[in-house]
């Protein structure tokens, strides 16, 4: 392999780690039941808060609708995460570095 190819390889491969931890180190938002659940989430997927609105319990009966909202805030937060990782790294995979192979 010729020498310039190696260097552009290992050049991709430090940006490719720089961003990834870029990524791990953002925070992420997701939310449910127009803003009764919100969450916080960092870049791997660790949960670093929820607020759940006053209202959101009137009764015993609102119980099962609030975990059913909890959860949707969660996995719209997950699917955010999701959704920026794949834009981030495609520059990576998705040509990148076009000629390359």
């Given at each position: 392999?010729?020498?310039?190819?190696?260097?552009?390889?290992?050049?991709?491969?430090?940006?490719?780690?720089?961003?990834?931890?870029?990524?791990?180190?953002?925070?992420?938002?997701?939310?449910?039941?127009?803003?009764?659940?919100?969450?916080?989430?960092?870049?791997?997927?660790k949960m670093q808060?929820?607020?759940?609105?006053?209202?959101?319990?009137?009764?015993?009966?609102?119980?099962?609708l609030l975990q059913?909202?909890?959860?949707?805030?969660?996995?719209?937060?997950?699917?955010?995460?999701?959704?920026?990782?794949?834009?981030?790294?495609?520059?990576?995979?998705?040509?990148?570095?076009?000629?390359?192979?």
């Amino acid at each position: 392999m010729n020498p310039s190819m190696i260097k552009k390889l290992q050049k991709m491969q430090k940006d490719m780690v720089n961003a990834q931890q870029e990524l791990e180190a953002s925070t992420f938002y997701g939310s449910a039941g127009g803003q009764i659940v919100k969450v916080e989430f960092t870049g791997n997927r660790k949960m670093q808060n929820i607020t759940i609105s006053p209202e959101a319990i009137e009764s015993a009966d609102d119980l099962d609708l609030l975990q059913d909202t909890i959860v949707a805030a969660v996995n719209d937060c997950i699917n955010k995460i999701d959704e920026e990782t794949e834009s981030v790294m495609s520059e990576f995979t998705g040509g990148g570095m076009p000629g390359l192979f």
